[in-house]
């Protein structure tokens, strides 16, 4: 399967844990994107990473939130100390490249987060 | 601040019939429309696009129209098939291309 692979699939954490969400982008893709799609609503993004560097982390909430692609591995996402208002579902898109090109981003199926 | 509005949650259209989806955006800095399908439980997959220089683009039975100076787009799917049953996201990009903008969908329901 050479798509965009995300993670667990679902992921259940008590408020106050951590909760870490990966993210292998397509084959030849180096541009990952985090989005979240809160209920009845759109996705938002958070954050665009390319290898060992955060290029927009514009839409990540000031505290709690971190994301990270090491040159080696997968993207991580991480939510500390959770709360009800993280659970959402988190997609995870990748591209390989930007701007004028107008690639199509692809999208994981993503990672539904339920906190107790 | 919703740059970009779907403000019809859901459709339903007969097989066999025109279904007509429709989007808004407020970015006048807009270049690149897309359209993506998403089924419950899945990523959405990326369906069509077009570029701002362009006004229509069409690949089989999906056609996208821009109407640029309405900032408006809509996605035709002709004749609609029950399988074309899912909730339909447009998105916009800027030319930096950080991310995408995308509306809160449109659920389309064909009915056999």
């Known amino acids: 399967n050479a798509g965009v692979m995300q993670n667990p699939r679902h992921l259940v954490r008590r408020r106050g844990q951590e909760a870490r969400l990966r993210c292998s982008p397509m084959k030849g893709h180096s541009h990952v994107y985090w989005y979240r799609q809160l209920p009845e609503e759109g996705l938002k993004f958070m954050v665009y990473?390319?290898?060992?560097?955060?290029?927009?982390e514009s839409g990540m909430p000031k505290e709690r939130f971190s994301a990270e692609f090491p040159k080696e591995g997968p993207s991580i996402l991480r939510i500390q100390q959770v709360v009800r208002g993280d659970s959402a579902a988190y997609f995870c898109?990748?591209?390989?490249?930007?701007?004028?090109?107008?690639?199509?981003?692809?999208f994981g199926d993503g990672t539904r987060l339920s906190i107790l | 601040d919703q740059q970009v509005k779907q403000n019809s949650p859901s459709l339903s259209v007969q097989e066999g019939r025109i279904s007509i989806l429709n989007c808004d955006y407020t970015?006048?800095?807009?270049?690149?429309f897309l359209w993506y399908k998403k089924y419950p439980a899945e990523g959405p997959t990326f369906l069509i696009s077009i570029s701002s220089i362009k006004d229509k683009n069409e690949d089989g039975r999906f056609t996208v129209f821009l109407n640029k100076s309405a900032k408006h787009l809509s996605l035709h799917i002709v004749p609609s098939q029950p399988g074309d049953s899912a909730v339909y996201f447009c998105?916009?990009?800027?030319?930096?291309?950080?991310?995408?903008?995308f509306g809160t969908g449109t659920s389309l329901t064909v009915i056999p």
């Open positions: 970015n006048s800095m807009f270049d690149y």
């Open positions: 898109a990748s591209s390989p490249s930007t701007g004028s090109l107008n690639q199509p981003q692809h």
């Open positions: 990473l390319q290898k060992e560097n955060i290029i927009d």
């Open positions: 998105a916009a990009s800027g030319n930096t291309g950080n991310q995408f903008y």
